[in-house]
């Protein structure tokens, strides 16, 4: 099974975000990298690549564009107020 990456954040929060968005959609993603924050504190030298088979790869990348899409104030929509 080859994994490739759909995106790369520089945080682990976000990281966690972009996996839930994905396994809600379906698909089995993980995350890789993050090195030692410890010894390189920068967000830079630590990315967070986030990986799906290969054969998801299209699909991860529309789900997260679409999500990238949402405006941020869609929940509060619903909210009636």
């Known amino acids: ?46 990315p967070y690549h986030i990986l799906v088979r290969e054969e998801d790869a299209d699909r991860a990348r529309s789900v997260l564009a679409e999500y990238d899409a949402m405006p941020e104030d869609a929940d509060d929509e619903d909210d009636g107020g």
């Open 1 to 46: 099974m080859e994994l490739v990456p759909v995106m790369t954040v520089c945080d682990a929060v976000l990281a966690n975000i972009v996996r839930g968005v994905l396994e809600q959609a379906g698909i089995e993603a993980m995350t890789d990298g993050g090195g030692a924050p410890g010894a390189y504190p920068t967000p830079t030298a630590n």
